[in-house]
């Protein structure tokens, strides 16, 4: 996952500025209740990610399939990030305005399945979810999806798909 991560920073640093946010190395809690979710504070160690998140036009987000999901991590940092008075702003009748509109994103998941098989049984359902119910609700679009499936090929299957997640970053896409 780091190789990846680092080879489309490589690329995209060619002709985009870039800021990196490593999530093992954040510290915050996880939340427990609904109403500290809706206070829209922000977690004071998480103002960084916060900062990147407003500044950037595009957003990557590499992950790998874990138990058929986004990483619980990953899922509690979201959980945090896409906040009332930053993602959103609640409205009359229980609707939101989407407040990180103009943002894209691309997802890149690796899997030790083929891609082929997490996307026609499985139909990707996690991308799905993630997608549509946070990166869509807050206002992110379009969302790209790159899925790496088979990730124990083999160097030579590595290779490839380090220089084509480089080029990716090459092209801010």
């Known amino acids: 996952m780091h190789a990846l991560a680092t080879a489309y920073v490589k690329g995209a640093e060619e002709l985009h500025e870039v800021r990196r946010i490593d999530l093992a190395k954040l510290d915050f809690p996880v939340l427990r209740d609904p109403g500290v979710w809706k206070s829209g504070k922000a977690v004071e160690s998480l103002h960084e990610v916060h900062a990147a998140v407003d500044w950037a036009d595009h957003l990557v987000i590499l992950y790998p399939l ?67 119910n946070i990166l869509h609700f807050v206002g992110v679009s379009p969302v790209r999806v790159t899925l790496i ?16 997640v480089e080029r990716l970053g090459r092209f801010g896409r």
Request: glycine content about 10%; charged content about 25%; hydrophobic content about 45%.
């Open 66 to 132: 874990w138990l058929g999901d986004v990483p619980a991590l990953l899922k509690a940092l979201l959980e945090q990030v896409a906040r009332p008075g930053f993602a959103i702003q609640p409205k009359e009748h229980g609707l939101y305005t989407k407040l990180l509109k103009g943002k894209s994103a691309r997802l890149i998941v690796t899997m030790g399945m083929p891609a082929a098989a997490y996307s026609i049984f499985f139909r990707a359902h996690s991308v799905k979810s993630l997608k549509r």
């Open 149 to 164: 499936g088979r990730v124990d090929k083999g160097d030579a299957y590595r290779k490839k798909w380090l220089g084509k």
